[in-house]
């Protein structure tokens, strides 16, 4: 009820390019989250996909997040977790475009699970310094294999999140990208959220994963958008996309992925009602 209850305030409050005066997030838009063409790389995202949903093999899933709503038990199935856990074919694709647009050469994701977001973010620009941190080394394992069988050039580590972003690892880092997809709690978020603060430059872009999982998420968003550093935010829904390029009055953009709203709108609602598998 909560998601669906924050869908239609999205509905409600959102808009297309056309509403957009900033020139910097009318490009994106326009030429990043409306593009139509069919990239080559789409082919590879879903022969990634295909592979793990036919792969019906189980693991014992260690989760230090904010758990499922989808599974009861821990010992899980490949294909189940791609089917549910993973991010979905939609915006895989517009992930991919995303880093296609914007070119960045550091790039960390926070949250592996199978790698279905990280070959988004391969595939993006391929040469590109990919980090990509999970914490279950079973599930960690299966996306290792999955690198491997597509030649990507992954750094994967296997570390508790919290241990990882004390490292020196991050002390010294730059970071273009980051793609947080691990805990979707209030309290993580904005952990990570802080904690990474000293790894950005004026075009870095985050991505936050869920950002209306739950009022606790929601909450989260809410404190970022409003940080002296952040200069702009667009709400998908899905994602939150954050920026802090200093030359940007601070706004903050409610804003649709694709022009298709209507049909993308009706599927939407009837798939958080359990219309539709």
């Known amino acids: 009820m909560h998601i669906l209850t924050s869908y239609l305030k999205f ?45 019906k093999k189980t693991i014992e899933v260690t989760d230090f997040g904010s758990g499922s709503r989808v599974f009861k038990s821990n010992i899980r199935a490949i294909n189940q977790i791609a089917k549910n856990a993973g991010v979905s074919s939609k915006n895989a694709r517009l992930l991919f475009r995303i880093v296609r647009y914007f070119q960045p050469e550091n790039v960390l994701e926070i949250g592996t699970s199978l790698g279905l977001a990280t070959s988004a973010l391969t595939l993006g620009n391929s040469k590109a310094k990919i980090t990509t941190l999970e914490g279950c080394p079973h599930t960690a394992k299966v996306a290792q294999q999955q690198f491997q069988d597509f030649n990507f050039s992954v750094t994967s580590v296997v570390t508790k999140f919290e241990a990882y972003l004390e490292s020196e690892n991050i002390q010294s880092a730059t970071y273009d990208l980051i793609y947080f997809d691990g805990n979707h709690s209030k309290e993580a978020t904005l952990h990570y959220f802080e904690a990474l603060l000293p790894t950005i430059a004026n075009n870095t872009v985050w991505i936050f994963d869920d950002i209306h999982w739950s009022s606790g998420m929601q909450e989260a968003w809410e404190t970022i958008k409003k940080h002296p550093k952040v200069t702009v935010t ?44």
């Open 11 to 55: 509905l409600w409050n959102s808009s297309n390019a056309h509403g957009v005066h900033s020139p910097f997030v009318f490009d994106l838009v326009r030429k990043c989250f409306y593009d139509t063409k069919k990239y080559g790389e789409y082919k590879t995202l879903k022969k990634y996909r295909d592979s793990l949903l036919e792969n």
């Open 234 to 277: 667009i709400d998908t829904f899905q994602w939150g996309l954050v920026f802090f390029r200093k030359e940007q009055e601070k706004e903050h953009f409610i804003l649709r992925t694709s022009n298709y709203f209507v049909v993308n709108s009706i599927l939407g609602i009837r798939k958080l009602w359990g219309l539709l598998p």
